[in-house]
T-cell receptor, first 110, second 114 residues
Framework: DAKTTQPPSMDCAEGRAANLPCNHS???????VYWYRQIHSQGPQYIIH???NNETNEMASLIITEDRKSSTLILPHATLRDTAVYYC???????????FGTGTRLTIIP | DVKVTQSSRYLVKRTGEKVFLECVQD?????MFWYRQDPGLGLRLIYF???????EKGDIPEGYSVSREKKERFSLILESASTNQTSMYLC?????????????FGPGTRLTVL
C-alpha cells in the first residue's frame, strides 16, 4: 500500500474546524484513504474512509483531491475530546492489514 | 456495544519468562490482529489471523507466536521475553467481509520486561 505523509503535530482552537492534511502521492487506483485516531491510553478508533468522492459521517468529513494525491480530514467543530493522534492510511480493497505511520498529534486548545 | 478486550492493561515480566497476552472479541469477527506500538514507530503488525487455527506473519513476527483455537480468542505468546519486547500491545478484530471493514481495537496491554 502507498506511503502516507502527515505533519507530526497541529493545534486547533476549541470550536473551530480542525483540518488535518495527508499526502499520498503514490496512491494507486484501487487504494482507499482511511483515517483512524488514537486518544491517549486507548486503542485506535476508525473515523472515515473514501476512494475518490468526498465523504461525511457523524464524526468528520474527508476531502480527497481530484488527482487523489492528497486528502484532508475535517473535524467541523473541534472539542477537547478530539485531542488525539490521527492516522491517515492507504489501503487496497481485499487487504485486511493496516499500515500505520506515526500520524499527526492534534491538540485542541481551550 | 461491540468490544475487544485484552486480559491485562499493565503487565510486568522478567527476562526469559513465557508471556501470554489474551484478546477476546464479541463481534463474531473472522479477522484478528496483534500490533505493538512504540514511540516514534507507530503501530506495527506482529501477526494476524483470518480464521480459527490460521495465522499469517505481519511485519515484525520475530520473537512472537500466536494461537487461535476459538474464533473469539487470539493469543500472543512471547516464548522467552526480552527487554526489547517492552512495549504497548494492541489487539484488533475486523469482520473480514471484503477488505473495507474497519478494525476495532482493544485498550492495549502495556508490557514491561525487566
Amino acid at each position: 500500500d502507498a506511503k502516507t505523509t502527515q505533519p507530526p503535530s497541529m493545534d486547533c482552537a476549541e470550536g473551530r474546524a480542525a483540518n488535518l492534511p495527508c499526502n499520498h502521492s503514490t496512491i494507486s487506483g484501487n487504494e482507499y484513504v482511511y483515517w483512524y485516531r488514537q486518544i491517549h491510553s486507548q486503542g485506535p478508533q476508525y473515523i472515515i474512509h473514501g476512494l475518490k468522492n468526498n465523504e461525511t459521517n457523524e464524526m468528520a468529513s474527508l476531502i480527497i483531491t481530484e488527482d487523489r494525491k492528497s486528502s484532508t480530514l475535517i473535524l467541523p467543530h473541534a472539542t477537547l475530546r478530539d485531542t488525539a493522534v490521527y492516522y491517515c492510511i492507504a489501503r487496497s480493497r481485499g487487504n485486511e492489514k493496516l499500515t500505520f505511520g506515526t500520524g499527526t498529534r492534534l491538540t485542541i486548545i481551550p | 456495544d461491540v468490544k475487544v478486550t485484552q486480559s491485562s492493561r499493565y503487565l510486568v515480566k522478567r527476562t526469559g519468562e513465557k508471556v501470554f497476552l489474551e484478546c477476546v472479541q464479541d463481534m463474531d469477527h473472522e479477522n484478528m490482529f496483534w500490533y505493538r506500538q512504540d514511540p516514534g514507530l507507530g503501530l506495527r503488525l506482529i501477526y494476524f489471523s483470518y480464521d480459527v487455527k490460521m495465522k499469517e506473519k505481519g511485519d515484525i513476527p520475530e520473537g512472537y507466536s500466536v494461537s487461535r483455537e476459538k474464533k473469539e480468542r487470539f493469543s500472543l505468546i512471547l516464548e522467552s521475553a526480552s527487554t526489547n519486547q517492552t512495549s504497548m500491545y494492541l489487539c484488533a478484530s475486523s469482520s473480514g467481509t471484503g477488505g473495507l471493514d474497519e478494525q476495532f481495537f482493544g485498550p492495549g496491554t502495556r508490557l514491561t520486561v525487566l
